[in-house]
């Protein structure tokens, strides 16, 4: 049974960088046969996929355009995580964050997420 | 992006009647290998998204049989035979066949 669990801060200062990690057990970051994306959902965006992370004898990332140039998601294969940062976040950047796995050839068909993290940016 | 619209918006169903909820897609979400990708969710209050169906109609493992899926092209129904308390939330479609994943707006059930 694969489980996501998330941690990182609930309050994050304006023009700060937003840090979420997703621990996973039942499966690796590094499996051939999946992707680790990062959605958020907020009253006025909705449900709005990120990014995702995943590995193919190398390392590749894809990235929403609505934050591309603000967003990392990076693997760390020791503890088998993977983590978001967001970077000069705003208040529209408030909103519950999802960790989510995606099996390939599935087309963003997401079957694991995690508990989610309400992030409130403000001062 | 393709633009992903649910309806409606809320609805209110008495316990043990029919409910349908409708989601449409701008573009046919057909993929060239012939599949569709359109994936139903349901999340409860203070829950994360729970996958019911992908490919239009494959229920997930554990989803019970009242929860079907049906469509094509750009019209695409997820209907549950017989509502149940525990049915009650946000329901979602997702669109993969084309980039980015777009998710719809949700429609809220209620229990009359």
């Known amino acids: 049974q694969v489980q996501l669990q998330q941690s990182g801060p609930g309050l994050v200062k304006p023009s700060q960088t937003l840090s979420l990690s997703c621990v996973i057990s039942g499966d690796s970051v590094s499996s051939t046969s999946v992707i680790w994306n990062w959605i958020r959902q907020s009253p006025s965006r909705g449900l709005e996929w990120l990014g995702r992370?995943?590995?193919?004898?190398?390392?590749?990332?894809n990235y929403a355009r609505s934050v591309e140039g603000r967003i990392t998601i990076n693997p760390d294969t020791s503890k088998n995580q993977f983590s978001l940062q967001l970077h000069s976040v705003t208040p529209d950047d408030t909103a519950v964050y999802y960790c989510?796995?995606?099996?390939?050839?599935?087309?963003?068909?997401?079957?694991?997420w995690g508990q989610g993290t309400l992030v409130t940016v403000a001062s | 992006d393709v633009v992903v619209t649910q309806s409606p918006l809320s609805l209110s169903v008495p316990l043990g009647q029919p409910a349908s909820i409708s989601c449409r897609s701008s573009?046919?979400?057909?993929?060239?290998?012939?599949?569709?990708?359109l994936t139903w969710y349901h999340q409860r209050p203070g829950q994360s998204p729970r996958r019911l169906i992908s490919q239009v109609s494959n229920r997930d493992s554990g989803v019970p049989d009242r929860f079907s899926g049906s469509g094509s092209d750009t019209d695409f129904t997820l209907k549950i035979t017989s509502v149940e308390a525990e049915d009650v939330g946000v329901y979602y479609c997702l669109q993969g066949s084309h980039w980015p994943p777009i998710f719809g707006g949700g429609t809220k059930l209620e229990i009359k």
């Open positions: 989510v796995r995606d099996v390939h050839g599935t087309y963003n068909s997401y079957d694991y």
């Open positions: 992370i995943y590995y193919r004898s190398t390392w590749h990332n």
């Open positions: 573009q046919s979400l057909l993929y060239h290998d012939g599949n569709t990708y």
